[in-house]
């Protein structure tokens, strides 16, 4: 088994490019799949309701949101599935979730 | 040659374990496999071995233990039976998935229900098409000498999956019988310490056992078969190997008189002396009649299997399990499928017999062959059923 060769690759097309037991050689290149592709509907925060509490960014199972320069929390809509929990969980109610198609 | 001891063979596995310089064992004992698991438990415990044991709260917990040690490099072992290995069933397709090296003892029992302790082979068959090289040993010496290749065959690097060796409960793992062991420094020649193709460790992140969208996920499938068809090379190699320094050679389907037979008796595990007597009983009363040994379950010996048995008219394929509702026995019904197609192809008569620890004795042999001989077409049923 030539180890070099399955390193290099970064994502197999033909079966006889899969690695070893499907193993990733490359620390976090989950980041590389834009999960929020999935997404039916967007978080939107208003920042007037926002006491900056960071809440939104402790539940959020996805990890997608930060803290930006002024101190408001927002997520990467690259990886937000849109799943609501921040929205639950926002108790000044400053993050309402809105359809994406609309 | 080495001293030749008497032991009971279920004591001899875990000897030979020992011999094997492995780095963890996750066993959880179940009969008839418990002696396996308390005689290696003592030798870790007395320190005659480097390891650890872990002392794991269930089977599924023990697999689990061998995936984590064995991703982490460590050469690991673990022996159950039965219902433990039904237990195991979710786990085992993820470590051959993951290509872990993990080897097992398997004290074949019958499955629950009813109840029952004893020998059959209705434990291995449900976990067959978990992508792990499944063999059988026939005796004492051969439970030595397959679990040490088990070890070199399953980390060599062309290979990478584990291993199931089955051991017939019992019948095998608790007789006590002449054996030989090697020496540790044969052992250490034979098989140096394992070389993991990646291990998991904090210098260096990996990820294993990751998710597949539908995307990929025929592909994996695709290499994970390829790779375990393609064990048997390596196997082969390795028993040719075995063979020129010990004297004792291994195949994947071996034969007893075989040639030019035109009635041959096919058996799966320690059944196979029991047989070679009777084909010496009636060999000598002028029948036409050999023994054909599957070794290797998984990958299924095809092409061996074809040389074995060209020629011969009757096939009486021994089952010591059954797929209800289904073709017969699962050896059978592998054979059957793939020699649908052959030009010319012997009767297949399969008998479902030794079921949970019945007796199949030297006369038992002698009457299905027998009954065998009357058959005019493929047939499955139960041999030994009152009725």
Same mark, same amino acid.
């Given at each position: 088994?030539?180890?070099?060769? +399955? ?17 990733? #050689? ?13 997404? +039916? ?5 208003? &920042? ?9 960014? &402790? #539940?959020?199972? *996805?990890?997608?949101?930060? *803290?930006?320069?002024?101190? #408001? ?13 921040? +929205? ?5 109610? +400053? &993050?309402?979730?809105?359809?994406? *198609?609309? | ?40 438990? /003592? ?82 068959? =449900? ?14 010496? %051969?439970?030595? /000498? ?10 060599? =690097?062309? @290979? ?17 019988? =002449?054996?030989?062991? =090697? ?9 140096? !310490? ?10 260096? !992140? ?46 994947? @389907? ?18 196979? %002396? ?28 095809? %092409? ?26 699962? @050896? ?30 030297? /006369? ?13 077409? /493929? ?9």
């Amino acid at each position: 088994m030539k180890k070099k060769k +399955a390193v290099s690759k970064k994502w197999p097309e033909k079966w006889q490019e899969v690695n070893p037991g499907c193993m990733v #050689f490359i620390p976090g290149n989950a980041s590389a799949l834009h999960t929020g592709s999935w997404r +039916a509907q967007r978080p939107v925060l208003d &920042i007037q309701k926002c006491i900056k509490c960071g809440l939104c960014y &402790i #539940f959020c199972p *996805e990890g997608c949101i930060s *803290e930006d320069s002024e101190g #408001f929390f927002k997520a990467n809509l690259d990886y937000c599935k849109g799943c609501g929990i921040c +929205a639950h969980e926002c108790w000044p109610e +400053a &993050i309402v979730m809105v359809e994406e *198609e609309e | 040659m080495g001293k030749r001891v008497g032991m009971e063979v279920g004591i001899a596995a875990a000897e030979a374990v020992a011999l094997c310089n492995i780095d963890v064992a996750a066993v959880y004992p179940i009969t008839p496999q418990s002696h396996i698991a308390e005689h290696l438990a /003592d030798i870790v415990h007395d320190g005659r071995i480097n390891a650890e044991f872990i002392t794991v709260e269930s089977e599924h917990s023990s697999i689990s233990a061998c995936a984590g040690a064995s991703a982490a490099g460590a050469r690991v072992y673990t022996a159950t039976s039965s219902q433990g290995l039904m237990l195991m069933h979710e786990i085992l397709p993820i470590v051959s998935a993951m290509r872990l090296p993990v080897v097992m003892g398997n004290a074949n029992r019958a499955i629950s229900g009813p109840l029952n302790i004893w020998n059959d082979h209705t434990d291995i068959m =449900p976990q067959r098409d978990c992508g792990w090289i499944c063999m059988f040993a026939e005796n004492g010496q %051969e439970v030595i /000498d397959m679990t040490i290749q088990s070890f070199k065959i399953a980390e060599h =690097p062309d @290979v990478m999956l584990p291993i199931v060796l089955n051991i017939d409960g019992f019948q095998l793992t608790h007789m006590i019988e =002449p054996m030989e062991f =090697p020496s540790q420094a044969q052992v250490n020649r034979f098989l140096p !310490p394992r070389k993991p193709f990646v291990a998991l460790h904090p210098d260096n !992140p990996i990820s294993m056992g990751c998710f597949n969208m539908p995307d990929i996920f025929t592909e994996s499938m695709k290499a994970k078969e390829t790779a375990l068809r393609n064990s048997k090379k390596i196997i082969v190699k390795i028993w040719n190997e075995w063979g020129k320094l010990f004297g004792r050679h291994y195949r994947p @389907v071996e034969t007893y008189k075989a040639k030019g037979a035109k009635t041959l008796i096919l058996t799966m595990g320690s059944m196979g %002396e029991t047989a070679s007597v009777a084909v010496d009983e009636m060999r000598k009363k002028g029948a036409s009649v050999g023994l054909v040994k599957m070794r290797l379950w998984r990958p299924l010996p095809i %092409e061996e299997l074809r040389a074995a048995i060209k020629g011969a008219k009757t096939l009486i394929v021994m089952d010591r399990a059954i797929s209800f509702g289904g073709a017969g026995g699962p @050896v059978a019904t592998d054979i059957k499928s793939y020699l649908f197609q052959d030009k010319s192809r012997p009767r297949i008569v399969n008998y479902i017999m030794g079921l949970g620890g019945r007796d199949v004795t030297v /006369d038992d042999f002698i009457a299905m062959t027998k009954k065998a001989a009357k058959k005019k077409e /493929d047939t499955f049923e139960f041999y030994g059923v009152r009725e």
